[in-house]
Nanobody, 123 residues
Framework: QLQLVESGGGLVQPGGSLRLSCAAS????????IGWFRQAPGKEREGVSC???????TYADSVKGRFTISRDNAKNTVYLQMNSLKPEDTAIYYC?????????????????WGQGTQVTVSS
C-alpha cells in the first residue's frame, strides 16, 4: 500500500503563514522527487514546487520568495512552508512522488498522488 498523506491546510488571513506536510507510507521518500501542486475551483491543476531526491528545488514564479520546499528523509516527510499568503493561493494542495527527479514536474507525470489538503486565504 503506497500512500501520500497531506496535512497542515486550513484557513489563514492574507499575509499569514502555513506549513504543509506530505508524509509517505509504504515506500521510502528518500529515492523520490516530491512535487506540490494545487487546484482552485474551476481551474487547472498547477505545479507549485518540486524537490528532487538530491535536494534540488524548483518553484513556480507566483510563489518564488514566499514558499520553501524541504525534506526530512528521516521522517519520510516533505514540507511546504508558505509565507506571505495571498487570496490567490487558495486551493487544494496535493503532493506527488516520482522517482529521482523533477523532470516530470511541468507535465504533472508523477506516479503517486495524495488526497489533498485545503488551503484558504481570506480576511
Amino acid at each position: 500500500q503506497l500512500q501520500l498523506v497531506e496535512s497542515g491546510g486550513g484557513l489563514v488571513q492574507p499575509g499569514g503563514s502555513l506549513r504543509l506536510s506530505c508524509a509517505a507510507s509504504g515506500f521510502t521518500l528518500h529515492y523520490y522527487a516530491i512535487g506540490w501542486f494545487r487546484q482552485a475551483p474551476g481551474k487547472e491543476r498547477e505545479g507549485v514546487s518540486c524537490i528532487g531526491s538530491g535536494g534540488s528545488t524548483t518553484y513556480a514564479d507566483s510563489v518564488k520568495g514566499r514558499f520553501t520546499i524541504s525534506r526530512d528523509n528521516a521522517k519520510n516527510t516533505v514540507y511546504l512552508q508558505m509565507n506571505s499568503l495571498k487570496p490567490e493561493d487558495t486551493a487544494i494542495y496535493y503532493c506527488a512522488a516520482e522517482q529521482y527527479s523533477c523532470s516530470g514536474f511541468t507535465s504533472k507525470r508523477f506516479a503517486y498522488w495524495g488526497q489533498g489538503t485545503q488551503v484558504t486565504v481570506s480576511s
